[in-house]
């Protein structure tokens, strides 16, 4: 019998997003690309908070980046991305959440309300920078003396996964200058190597703008 591939529900520019096709690219799982336009009514009947990603996985639904990769961990075991080390582990769900928690909603905010005409956009940018460089300076405490390849050893792992997204935003939407931060600088060119993360890059997906 064949098996159906997951479909995930995706937005190009979305980090969110972009973190769960790295983690679906080094597990080697191939998927189903859906895009979901911003103003997808019937993305409603999929996901009742409307937000992306979203993964169907058989007769598994799961929304929610972080859900969605703790999910895939599971399922798919292959190149995992927490470790055992209890220590470790802490450190990667920390980073994680600092960004998804912390970082990536606050940004989120200020973009929205820069649209809906609520900020002019010196304000939404300076709103933007403030809380990334908040929580990229916790990340950079958090990693002080790491002199490991990648945020929490040698090998990618969820931290990873996390991080590339939002320092891509950062670099490519908001100007965020990453010599302020460098470990993050110098992990953010290790990432930029790996073709599971290539690949993921908002543009190269089918729904990103052409030029």
């Given at each position: 019998m064949a098996?159906?591939?997951p ?5 190009w520019i979305?980090s969110?997003s972009?973190?769960?096709r790295i983690?679906?690219n080094?597990k080697?799982?191939?998927y189903?690309y859906r ?8 993305y409603?009947?999929?996901n009742?908070i409307k937000?992306?990603p979203?993964?169907q996985?058989g007769?598994?639904l799961?929304s929610?980046?972080?859900a ?11 190149h995992?991305l ?5 220590k470790?582990k ?7 959440n600092i ?6 909603p606050?940004?989120c905010?200020?973009?929205?309300s820069l649209i809906?005409?609520k900020?002019?956009s010196?304000?939404?940018l300076?709103i ?7 929580g ?8 002080e003396g790491?002199?490991?390849?990648f945020?929490t ?6 931290a990873?996964?996390?991080l590339?997204?939002q320092i891509h935003?950062?670099v490519?939407?908001?100007?965020i200058d990453m010599?302020k ?8 060119k ?15 997906q089918p729904?990103a703008?052409?030029?």
């Open positions: 098996t159906t591939k479909v995930l529900y995706s937005a979305s969110c972009y973190r769960v983690a679906l080094l080697g799982v191939e189903e895009a979901v336009a911003w103003n997808d009514l019937d409603g009947k999929i009742p937000y992306v979203a993964l996985d007769n598994i799961v929610d980046s972080l969605i990769i703790l999910y895939l961990e599971d399922k798919y075991p292959q995992p927490l470790p055992q080390d209890l470790r802490a450190l990667n769900l920390q980073i994680a960004v998804c928690s912390s970082i990536q606050l940004q905010y200020a973009v929205i809906n005409g900020l002019g010196d304000e939404s300076q933007v920078h403030h809380y990334i460089d908040k990229f300076r916790a990340i950079e405490k958090l990693l790491c002199d490991s390849i945020a050893g040698d090998e990618v792992q969820l990873d996964v996390f590339a997204p935003a950062g490519t939407r908001f100007q010599s931060y460098p470990h993050l600088e110098r992990f953010y290790a990432y930029m190597e790996i073709p599971a993360f290539q690949v993921a890059c908002p543009e190269n729904d703008p052409s030029s």
